[in-house]
């Protein structure tokens, strides 16, 4: 669907920005192209405004026409976040360049510099916490409606909105013995992927196909199927959230995309690796994936006393000792049996608490120590 072209301003400099905006966006996708419309359409709407007399691109300067731009981005109220205001800039500065080259107007390339765009801000995670999402949970099984279930596959897949919309009535695909996984369509980062489900995902995908109009076809069709289009969908789904979080007495506003981040963060606390999460999320980079895993003091006192009771991966196995022969009856055979034994009794030395048992074990280890060195001295030409 090709995006809605939104109207320019009537100012002397739409006549250059239109085409290059048109340039410059030719074979990007919809939602970019909007991007740098929206970009030129604001700067006009400005120098319009504040500054009238400029009817040329020869007369556009950093110092007021583009510094006053800026300063009038940071006084917007409700204010721009960073991220807002930063794709802002870096279309812009993109037309800027573009009209640079193509009225051979050098300086307009440097009428902003890279030091203007802002940082981006460090997203922090926002899972729901524990309580809100059991109540909500609890709720949303209560009404058991179109809508209800719908956020209930959201919270339940860690899929993004706009993927759940997108369901074909066939997601749902048996992938071995009593193993299923739906099957999530090509999404915000252009990738498609498996996601691995429960018998309770499958009960919901279920009472979405019923709650289908009796005439709907079985298959090559959406399973949230909608009249008015996937604005409104989507629109429909995030007031149905807002509805229960009033009705369960939850006064924070939440959305649905943080149910993702809820699911994110109960796989890792689950055992999925953080390859294996980034994976079930779609994504392609770990670092975009770490936004949305939330780790507190009570995971991190977990992980490490998990560690300290199973250190599976502070000391690396000896190699197995072989069976015991007439050629590995010599210094060298020895020293690896004593090793091994050593990193046995090592091992489970470890798992004790402090005490009598634990302080044995070490003397009994420094005693292996000592033999294995002294081995070590033996010189095989004197067998």
Request: glycine share 4%; charged share 25%.
């Amino acid at each position: 669907m090709k995006p809605k072209k939104l109207p320019y301003p009537r100012h002397p400099l739409t006549r250059f920005f239109r085409p290059a905006a048109e340039s410059v966006s030719s074979s990007l996708a919809n939602e970019t192209v909007r991007c740098y419309r929206v970009a030129a359409r604001h700067f006009l709407v400005f120098l319009g405004t504040h500054y009238p007399e400029v009817h040329s691109l020869d007369q556009l300067r950093r110092d007021p026409h583009l510094l006053g731009w800026l300063a009038h981005l940071r006084s917007r109220n409700p204010p721009l976040v960073a991220n807002s205001r930063a794709r802002y800039l870096i279309h812009l500065r993109r037309l800027l360049e573009e009209l640079a080259w193509t009225h051979q107007l050098p300086a307009l390339a440097h009428l902003l510099v890279p030091d203007d765009i802002p940082r981006k801000e460090h997203r922090l995670p926002r899972p729901l916490a524990p309580e809100q999402d059991q109540l909500i949970q609890q709720e949303l099984l209560r009404r058991n409606d179109f809508t209800s279930n719908a956020l209930l596959l959201l919270r339940h897949t860690g899929m993004r909105i706009g993927e759940c919309i997108d369901l074909s009535v066939d997601c749902l695909r048996a992938v071995g013995p009593d193993q299923w996984a739906i099957h999530v369509p090509l999404g915000k980062l252009k990738t498609e992927r498996w996601v691995p489900v429960d018998s309770l995902v499958c009960q919901l995908v279920d009472r979405l196909r019923s709650m289908r109009s009796p005439g709907a076809p079985s298959t090559g069709r959406l399973l949230l199927s909608g009249s008015r289009g996937h604005y409104m969908l989507v629109r429909k789904l995030r007031n149905a959230l807002r509805d229960v979080t009033t009705s369960v007495g939850i006064s924070a506003c939440i959305v649905p995309h943080q149910m993702r981040h809820t699911y994110a963060t109960e796989m890792l606390r689950a055992g999925v690796t953080l390859a294996a999460v980034m994976k079930l999320l779609g994504h392609k980079s770990p670092y975009m994936t770490l936004q949305y895993l939330e780790i507190t003091q009570a995971d991190l006192q977990r992980e490490y006393h998990l560690a300290r009771v199973h250190p599976r991966h502070l000391v690396p196995s000896p190699p197995a000792p072989s069976a015991a022969s007439p050629d590995s009856l010599d210094p060298t055979g020895i020293l690896n049996s004593l090793q091994s034994a050593q990193h046995v009794i090592e091992m489970f030395r470890r798992t004790l608490p402090e005490g009598f048992s634990r302080r044995l074990l070490d003397r009994l280890t420094n005693r292996l120590a000592k033999i294995i060195a002294e081995i070590g001295r033996l010189d095989p030409s004197e067998k």
